[in-house]
């Protein structure tokens, strides 16, 4: 019997949870593409077919996470989920990602769901060009602009719009467009 149980435990696959699923992580806005945000080990003794990992879904719907990569290394199957090349995260736009994967073993499938929770990271503000529209062209100020007209409006992460203009007291637009002063 204790033989029996023995083939039983060599020849079956045997699939660890993805990470003990639900998983939470945290990771900062600042991070880019190509950041790792997760390994996840499996044990599976078959070997066809190949085991997989999959990334079937992502809560907001977005394209900032690549496809999970899985490895063999020292007898332990290793996933590794990285951010994406379109990835720019922002947490004050989503700051809860939810990703649904599945891991495949033999016959066995094992699924789980992989929270990711997006934290602030006041050091690293995201600047548009200097002076660039919202289509990204670049913006001519006439000679001619008078003093107190509106230039353009700066848009601030969780903050209202502010208007930026020149003020008389600060001297004109033209060369010394960093002397004018800030009004609201």
């Not at 990569?69 to 199957?77: F, M, V």
């Not at 004109?172 to 467009?177: E, H, K």
Request: glycine residues 8%.
């Amino acid at each position: 019997m204790v033989l029996l149980r023995l083939l039983v435990f060599l020849f079956a696959p045997v699939v660890s949870d993805l990470c003990s699923l639900p998983c939470f992580i945290n990771v900062s806005e600042s991070q880019g593409p190509g950041t790792i945000l997760q390994f996840l080990s499996f044990n599976c003794s078959s070997y066809t077919p190949t085991p997989t990992l999959e990334l079937l879904n992502v809560q907001p719907p977005t394209t900032f996470f690549n496809p999970p990569s899985l490895a063999r290394w020292r007898g332990t199957y290793v996933g590794k989920l990285t951010l994406s090349s379109s990835a720019r995260l922002d947490a004050l736009m989503v700051n809860h990602y939810k990703l649904q994967l599945k891991f495949t073993c033999g016959n066995h499938v094992t699924e789980g769901s992989l929270s990711v929770d997006v934290q602030r990271d006041l050091s690293h503000l995201q600047c548009a060009g200097q002076f660039a529209s919202p289509a990204g062209e670049m913006i001519q100020v006439p000679e001619t602009v008078t003093p107190g007209a509106r230039l353009y409006t700066l848009l601030l992460p969780g903050l209202e719009l502010h208007g930026a203009q020149v003020s008389p007291e600060h001297g004109t637009v033209g060369d010394r467009m960093g002397a004018g002063g800030w009004r609201e």
